[in-house]
Nanobody, 115 residues
C-alpha cells in the first residue's frame, strides 16, 4: 500500500508559478512509476508528467518547458514545478503511483489560474 498526499495547490495569476508536492507513505525509491495527472472541469483526466524509479521523466508535449518534475527520495516526496501558468492549466492535479502489483491515487489538489 502507498498513501499519497498532494499539497501546494492554490490560486495563482497567469504567468505565476506553483510547486506541487506529493508525499508518499513509504519509500519512493523503488516505485517503478510515479506521475502527475490533472483533470479540468468537463474534461478527461490527462497525464501531465511521469518519472520512473531510474529517474527517466516524460512530459505532455504541451507542457514541456513550463513544468518540471523532481524527487527527494530521503523525504519520500516528488514535486511538480509549474511555471508560466496559464488559465488552461486550471484543474485538479493528482499524484499517482504504480507499484508492481497495484496503483494508487492521491486525493488531488486544486490549481486555479486566474486574474
Amino acid at each position: 500500500q502507498v498513501q499519497l498526499v498532494e499539497s501546494g495547490g492554490g490560486l495563482v495569476q497567469p504567468g505565476g508559478s506553483l510547486r506541487l508536492s506529493c508525499a508518499a507513505s513509504r519509500s519512493i525509491f523503488s516505485i517503478p512509476f510515479m506521475a502527475w495527472y490533472r483533470q479540468a472541469p468537463g474534461k478527461q483526466r490527462e497525464l501531465v508528467a511521469s518519472i520512473s524509479s531510474g529517474g527517466s521523466t516524460n512530459y505532455a508535449d504541451s507542457l514541456k518547458g513550463r513544468f518540471a518534475l523532481s524527487r527527494d527520495d530521503a523525504k519520500n516526496t516528488f514535486y511538480l514545478q509549474m511555471n508560466s501558468l496559464i488559465p488552461e492549466d486550471t484543474a485538479v492535479y493528482y499524484c499517482y503511483a504504480h507499484t508492481d502489483l497495484n496503483q494508487f491515487w492521491g486525493q488531488g489538489t486544486q490549481v486555479t489560474v486566474s486574474e
